[in-house]
Structures are given as C-alpha cells and as structure tokens.
C-alpha cells in the first residue's frame, strides 16, 4: 500500500528530472467491459492513465459500439480485446479478474450479480434499483462467493466530499446531525429525446420516484457510516409535478406531434428525507427537468461545524468569523460568517486529494472517474474489500425504488430493508488504506 | 393611494430643499399594543418613523415592562398612551382602531381573535399554532366581523423575496414547480436558558416540529399565490436527532446541573415537505440549535427560472449565461452560471423596494419591520383588506400544528384544513395596491 503512495508522489517530478525513480511494477489487473456505450468512452480515457489496467475482454451486442471502442483502444495503443456478444462468455474467461459494467440501469444489477457468481469483480455505474429485491441476489451473490461489488460512485472521490469526510473525522464538525444532497442537472436537452434510447429519458417518462441519488447520498452515507455502526432507517419522498421534460419534447418536436405532446410521470423536482438508525435526517433532492446551474446539493452538518455546497461554505464553531451587532433596539446580537472552502484545501485536504492534487489529466469529471477507478483496480489486485461494497450499493440504490413507493402511497414513510442482516451493527469503520472511505 | 406614492418620493429629497411639496396629511391610526417584550421596543423604534401612528394604548400585567415601554415613547416625544393590565378592558376602547398583538405564542392567537370579536384590526407577530382549532377561530372571527388580521410577517416585504415575486409575476420563470424555505439560525446563546423564560426555549424543550415556519413560507405562499388559486395540500415532517441545544445548556449552566442536563425534545433539524394542490412542492427547514450562517434557505424555481438565496444566484434560461464545454470523450455540454442577485435590483426590484430603497432608517431588520407595519396601518385607515388575511395567518401557521403530528407519527403525511373552505379556488389575486403581495 505505501508503495502507491511512494509512486504517486514520484509521479509529481517533472518529466525531465534525470533519473526516474525505480518502483517495482505494478501486477497487471485484466478488465472486462461488458455494455460499450457513451459511458464506457469516458472510462477509457481514465484507464489509460491507470497503470496496470488491461482491457482484455469488451462485450456488446451492437457491432458499432464494439466497432468504436476497438478504435480507441487502438488510438491508445493498447493490445486487441477479445470481442463477447454474451456477456456469460466472457465471464467464463479465466483471463478475467474483474468487470466493469457500463450497461443500462435496468440490466447492471443483474449482470454485476452474475459477475459475482462467477468469481468475478464487479463494478457498476451509478444509479437506482427497480426492487429491493435485486440488491438482494446481489448482496447475497457477494456473500455467497466473497467478492466484492464496487459502484464507480466517482463523487465518493471529488474533493470537497473528501476533505469534509476529513473534517467529520477529525471531529471539526462535532457529532454529526444532518445532511443534504442531490442531483440538480439540466438534462432537458437529452433526457426529452423518447426516441433516442437515452436512457434517461424512458425512466423520466414511466417513473416518479429518486431514480438517481448516489452522486451525493454516496459520500454522505461514508461520511455517516451507513453499514458501519450506522444504517438508513426510513424515507419519505415527494414528487413535484411534471412540467419541464414536456416543455422541452414540445420544442424538441414540435406541439401537436406524438412525442411533443408525450407525458413525463416524473415530477420535475423529487424531494427524498432519509432518517438514519443513530438519528441523523438526510434531505435529497433529484431535479433534471429545469434549467439552473449543476449542483448536488451538498451540506453536512454537525453540532460544530458545516459545510454547505449551494454556500461554497464552511463554518466552524469558535474558528470561523463571528460578529457581535445590536439592533435597533440597542439589543446584542451575533453573526456568524461563511469561510470558503478553497481556503480549507491547504490544510484539511483529504489524503487522497493531498496525494494526487497536482497529478494533471486523471481522466472524465476532473479527475474522479480514475480515482474511483483506481480504488477499484487496486481492491481488486490485492483481492481486499472494496471502499464501495453490496451493501452500500445496495443501501445506496434502494432510495430510487422506495421513494417510488413513498410517493404512489402519498408520501407515506417507508422502511429500508437491512440488507446487513444486523451486521451494520458490529461492523467498524474499513480499515485504514490509501483508496478507505 | 398614489399619495403615499408621491410623498415617499418627496422624502426622499434633501431636508435642506426649499420648500418641501405639500401634501395632504394622512389620518392618524390609534393603535393599541398588546404584550410590552423586546419585540414591542424594537416594533416601537419603526413606529417612531410611521406618520399617523399613534400608539394611544398599551397593555402588560408586568410593571416592569410597561414602565420601559413608557420611557421609550417619552423619549420620543410621543403623548402618553393609556395603560392596561388586562387586554379585554382595551379592546371595549373606542378610541382604539387596531391591536398590535407581539405576546407569547400560546397567546397571541386568542387574543387577536378577541380583538377581531370586538372589531379591532389585529396584527400578530410570526410563530406557529398549537392547534388547528385555535386558528379555525380565528378565522370566524375575522368572517363575522369583516374585520381582518395580519401577520406581521416582514420577510414577505424584503427586498429579494419580493423582487423574485416581481419576476415570477412578469413570468420570467415560467410556471412554478418548487420552493425551499427555512429559518436557520443559530440561537443557542438565548434558547438554551430554560429558566430565564425566553419563549424558544419552552418551545424547544417540550415540542417537536417546525415551531417557527413562516419567515420564508410566507413569502413563498404569497408567490405560490396560496389562498388566492392554490392552497397547502399535504405535508410530511421529519426530525432529526436533537443534541445542539442540549450542549449549549451543558456548557451555559454545567455538566451535571439540573438545567445543564435537561433534556430538548426539539430535533436540531426539522425537515418538512408540504404539496400544493397546483402540484408545487415546498421544503422547509428549521434548525436554531446548531452553529452556522443565518439563512432562510430561499428558493423558487420555476420552468424557466430559478432564485437560490444560498448561492445569491438566480439563472433564468436563454437570459443568463449558458456555455457550451467538451468532456474528456469529446461529447458536448452546457453549463449554466448564476447571476448574482444584486444584479437583477435597478430592473426588477419590487414597485414597494422601488419606491423605499432610497429611504434610510426604517426600523428594525433592514426596513421590512416598518414597510410590514405601514401596510397595517394602511389597510386599517382605508377600512380595507389587509395584505396578509386570517386565511393566510391560518395556513401558514398551521405547518407548526399539523409537522408535529406528522413527526409524531414516523413522518406520515397529514393534510391541511381548508380554512377558506373552498373559496380559494375563485379567490382571485389581491386587487393591486402600494402594499399588495
């Protein structure tokens, strides 16, 4: 383990030092890809920089998406791939130790719990389950045969996510009390084309409910230690209703045509609260329907500190500025004053960001993609645990199917099963490593 | 009404002008206060500033109180007013138009509905109800007598919740679908003093629920045109662990005191979640026992545009900046950039912000105290509808009632009385007016 971190660290040198400094080479870990679409063009760009990640086998059954992604590994100058049109056979291959699965949202639970079965690592793609009843085939599939299913929730490794988890551990924040997160994109443009097969646009159009929550409930269930001494306990979930993914097929289209005048079931902002089993409230917000700038939301707070995205702010009790005023009564009052995160990074940044903060190109969404990526390779080379594991894909993802039951019940609370089965009680932290959340 | 208009612009000019314009003087409003707390001296230093306010009565059982109250008006040069112990004997005065009622929140709805039963004009200060039966009275009253009651809820005349009510009423952001809202403050220092009666701390220990929801529920119910077209459907309340107001007791009183271990049933963060019957969604959120900024987490967002007081941003689609980037695949997507709030001012404040943003001193909170009590004293000399009605006061105060039935109960959904039973679907918008929201 010290050893990546020695390597990151020589990797800061200029190219032109004179001498690289030796290391030992890493093991190669052989990767397969089963579903080459978008997304999976994104994640090349990351594993190109990864050192000892070898896409050995690539599964699709769409011969130009195949076509495609032979073409950029060959830009790469990477070794052919063998081609699987079923996915089965390729996790048949010795030769494989682990999959990625890029696939869609419906087909990447079953596919990664097959995985599993086969002795394989798995990782997913973000997203939401339809039941809880396929986090169960995977949690059980990861129980039965000891490997691990990792989600690439690349937000677990942005940085300001990280440096707050830093700030919860080091007990700046006190005990913690709430937080907040969600996903507020506008995705009109793509997610109203019905007919392009973007994906989003069929779940936005039959569904109401969260069906995409991990991007910040990710890091805040680490930082809460859900599965680890803590779970999520209930959730309530309300829909807004549908107005700006119709709007936007009606331009798209044209009024008057079949798909301009097409519903959208999803409310254009759902509203998700999450109690946890040691009292903490957790408000998600899932909006992709309306125009506004890009945010998830973030806010973590405890009974000292917090930290709210929307803000770009941290406060701190008895370290961050403080005013005394009076009223125009004569009457004191005090104010407290926002500092901005930026002038936390020097001091508090995570040790992963400590590490990689000045690497340059690490691959898709500033650089989170190869970290997520990495921690995933690196788990699967030692066969260790994965930072990410089924129960937390499981924890995570069961928002989306459960908050569609809330709101078909009118808001009504709804249990989360435990998918720990009561292990999330004597389960500590993970140990310590270089990829820990 | 166009006078008030002018001899706002008129003051506006230097003192040292010639001649000042002639204008008629306005009739004086004999006005009675109910209650003599802090509140009263800071509502007394806006009424300094009100021409034809004159505060002929006053009431307190405590000495203490009224004696301070007393030397207040004296101080300004105000006649004495009469002075009462018990609030009935100065409602049967003749020579009061209208109570102001800023007593405890346990008291200020009967006894503003006395007020309306004995044909006074009531203003009330913010809180919550304790039940939905105390607010059903309240607007019976106020329907048999004709006469109305106002909340004096100032956060509805400030400056940027009422320029976002101008831009959504000039339909730059389209057809609403969201808005957030909230009261985080932190008021530890004061209300974790159990014994020294500050009215938050009684509330905080014994309740569990949105005690104190209508700095920004008002606003967004007036802009969600709730009453008038629309009214509060649902709502599904959560609370979080409660821990903050219970350190700060520890640390005012000590560890191991009776009132340094006494116990807050009060969530530090109360979430609540409310559903309209036009299908808008509200999320509300209380928070007084935990360090951080003051806000009140405003938001309003429509299909074409959105206000985030946390980001002191609002991004209106094909107005703001919209830029066009490349992700590391080569695929293209837009980013959207907020525009500061302030940048908006010189066109779209309000007419009411337009017509007072160049005066100074207006009382207490920045101006919205005095701009809350003129629209009062307005509406009680013209005999007319106040700006802010008992239906209003009944809606929004009934969040307090009905989130802590609905925490009480695991997060269930609770519906809202219709306090206007069913005349809010015809109820048009306030007929326009200096004061009208």
Not at 3 to 32: E, I, K, Q, W
Not at 82 to 97: G, H, K, N, S, T
Not at 339 to 364: A, C, M, N
């Amino acid at each position: 383990m010290t050893n990546r971190r020695t390597s990151a660290s020589a990797s800061r040198r200029p190219v032109s030092a004179a001498r690289p400094r030796r290391r030992p080479r890493l093991a190669p870990v052989r990767l397969g890809i089963i579903g080459l679409g978008v997304r999976t063009e994104v994640l090349l760009a990351s594993l190109a920089g990864i050192e000892g990640a070898e896409t050995v086998a690539v599964c699709d059954v769409r011969e130009a998406a195949v076509a495609k992604i032979l073409g950029i590994l060959e830009r790469q100058g990477k070794p052919a791939p063998a081609v699987f049109r079923d996915y089965r056979r390729l996790l048949e291959q010795r030769a494989v130790d682990a999959v990625l699965v890029p696939t869609s949202w419906n087909s990447h639970l079953p596919i990664a719990t097959d995985a599993l079965l086969a002795g394989k690592y798995a990782a997913i793609e973000v997203g939401g389950a339809s039941s809880t009843e396929e986090l169960w085939r995977l949690v059980r599939a990861s129980e039965a045969t000891g490997v691990s299913c990792m989600m690439l929730e690349n937000c677990c490794y942005a940085r300001n996510e990280l440096m707050v988890m830093n700030l919860v551990r080091q007990g700046l924040f006190g005990e913690l009390i709430h937080c907040e997160g969600g996903y507020e994109h506008d995705l009109r443009e793509f997610a109203c084309m019905v007919e392009a097969g973007y994906e989003r646009s069929i779940h936005n159009r039959f569904r109401n409910g969260d069906i995409y929550p991990t991007h910040q409930l990710g890091p805040i269930a680490k930082i809460l230690d859900i599965n680890r001494g803590n779970r999520f306990l209930k959730l309530t979930s309300t829909a807004s209703k549908a107005r700006g993914m119709q709007l936007a097929a009606r331009k798209h289209y044209g009024a008057g045509t079949p798909f301009g005048e097409i519903a959208f079931n999803m409310g254009d902002i759902v509203t998700t609260v999450i109690t946890c089993a040691n009292g903490e409230t957790i408000t998600l917000t899932h909006g992709i329907a309306l125009p506004r700038p890009y945010s998830r939301n973030g806010r973590v707070q405890g009974t000292r500190g917090i930290w709210l995205e929307d803000a770009n702010g941290i406060y701190i009790d008895g370290m961050s500025p403080s005013i005394q005023e009076i009223d125009v009564a004569g009457n004191p009052y005090t104010t407290h004053k926002w500092e901005p995160v930026e002038s936390f990074y020097e001091t508090y940044d995570h040790p992963i960001w400590q590490t990689y903060r000045r690497q340059k190109q690490l691959g898709g969404h500033g650089g989170i993609d190869s970290l997520a990526l990495r921690a995933f390779i690196d788990a699967v080379r030692d066969r260790a645990e994965t930072p990410i594991d089924a129960y937390d894909v499981a924890a995570w993802m069961s928002v989306t199917c459960l908050s569609e039951q809330s709101i078909a019940c009118g808001g009504q609370p709804v249990p989360f099963p435990d998918f720990t089965d009561g292990k999330w009680i004597a389960r500590g932290r993970a140990p310590a490593g270089p990829w820990a959340l």
